[in-house]
């Protein structure tokens, strides 16, 4: 990638009754797309899903792109660990041992909500310095 041109970043939210996709680029939110979570995507559903916002195979380097999985339900991270494999992105999951610039005193941590720790990391990037607890 140019290095005028800032880091791609695939979010992925998998709840209980959707999943929702953002693309951005640096913090910028360009695009978004929602399936439905009863039944999960294929791997070629989810690709052709972020192709129409996103057409990843043309880029000269797939790996440099982030996929970032933050998801309620257990199957979740096998299929995108897939599709990432098969896009050739890297693979981030949102979990209680993922080391972020903050500390979430939070007992038992596995029982907090990967959403919760979206938000706080998000919190701590956007009003960093400006308030002495987040």
Same mark, same amino acid.
């Given at each position: 990638?140019?290095?005028?041109?800032p880091? =791609? &970043?695939?979010?992925?939210s998998?709840g209980n009754?959707?999943i /929702?996709?953002?693309?951005y680029a #640096?913090?910028?939110?360009?695009?978004f797309?929602?399936?439905?979570?009863? &039944?999960? +995507?294929s791997v070629?559903l989810?690709?052709?899903?972020l =192709?129409? =916002?996103?057409?990843y195979?043309?880029?000269a380097d797939? #790996?440099?792109i982030?996929l970032?999985l933050s998801?309620?339900? /257990?199957?979740?991270?096998?299929?995108f660990q897939?599709?990432?494999?098969k896009? #050739?992105f890297r693979?981030?999951?949102v979990?209680? #041992?993922l080391?972020l +610039?903050? /500390?979430?005193d939070?007992l038992?941590?596995?029982?907090?909500g990967?959403?919760r720790i979206c938000?706080?990391?998000a919190?701590? /990037?956007?009003?960093r310095g400006?308030?002495?607890?987040i």
């Amino acid at each position: 990638m140019n290095k005028n041109r800032p880091d =791609i &970043k695939v979010c992925v939210s998998h709840g209980n009754s959707y999943i /929702k996709t953002a693309l951005y680029a #640096g913090n910028s939110q360009k695009a978004f797309f929602r399936l439905e979570s009863k &039944k999960p +995507p294929s791997v070629r559903l989810y690709l052709s899903e972020l =192709i129409k =916002i996103f057409d990843y195979t043309k880029l000269a380097d797939p #790996g440099k792109i982030t996929l970032a999985l933050s998801a309620t339900r /257990k199957d979740a991270e096998p299929l995108f660990q897939k599709i990432c494999a098969k896009a #050739g992105f890297r693979f981030l999951s949102v979990s209680c #041992g993922l080391e972020l +610039p903050l /500390k979430i005193d939070y007992l038992p941590p596995e029982s907090l909500g990967t959403d919760r720790i979206c938000s706080a990391a998000a919190a701590l /990037k956007k009003y960093r310095g400006e308030a002495d607890n987040i």
